[in-house]
């Protein structure tokens, strides 16, 4: 399906993550497939759900990983093979403690900055894909890392998580790959 996008958000199965700065990719996912009407997640196999759209005129399978975060890489190496989905058209939005909180990085490649979720897909399918960056800042002490990603967003901090969402879902299908760019700049204008 080289016409379709394959949309991957990052987080941890279950309610008592749902609200977990390291969920952000399963907030923005969920906020994308509300957008487009699309029917809820349906589980494919044990270790992803998927829902696929239409917007703007392309096709965008919208996925969530089963797996827990640490071993993500499954659920992406089993939709690329499945439905034949090139690397280039494959994005992985995910949190970013390297980045402040509401900073929003998009890029193609490069390493993992230590999150392992990216770790597990890099190791399964290489590095060559799309990364959309939400920082979601970073504790005081590098002991509070995982309390930290793993703690819930502010009340605050949720409003602009989905004007982040709202932003992406909007443009993100109408813009990628050719003005990239321009989205990143005016994701980190909000």
């Known amino acids: 399906m080289d016409d379709c996008l394959l949309i991957v ?51 965008c399978l919208i996925a969530r990983p089963l797996t827990f975060m640490n071993l993500s890489g499954r659920a992406v190496r089993f939709l690329i093979d499945f439905y034949k989905i090139p690397l280039n058209n494959v994005l992985v939005i995910h949190d970013d403690i390297d980045l402040p909180f509401g900073r929003v990085k998009i890029k193609r490649g490069g390493g993992n900055g230590g999150h392992n979720g990216l770790k597990n897909i890099d190791n399964l399918v290489g590095n060559d894909y799309w990364r959309v960056r939400i920082g979601v ?3 005081e002490m590098k002991s509070m890392i995982v309390s930290y990603v793993l703690g819930n967003f502010s009340d605050e901090e949720k409003l602009t998580i989905e004007r982040i969402a709202d932003k992406i879902t909007n443009d993100l299908p109408a813009l990628f790959p050719n003005d990239i760019q321009k989205l990143t700049e005016e994701l980190n204008t909000l």
């Not at 390291?22 to 996912?29: A, E, Q, R």
């Open 9 to 59: 958000g990052l987080g941890n199965p279950g309610r008592q993550y749902e609200q977990n700065r390291h969920n952000v990719g399963f907030m923005i996912t969920e906020a994308f497939a509300e957008a487009y009407a699309s029917s809820s997640f349906k589980k494919m196999v044990d270790i992803v759900e998927v829902t696929q759209v239409s917007a703007h005129g392309k096709k």
């Open 137 to 139: 800042g970073r504790p």
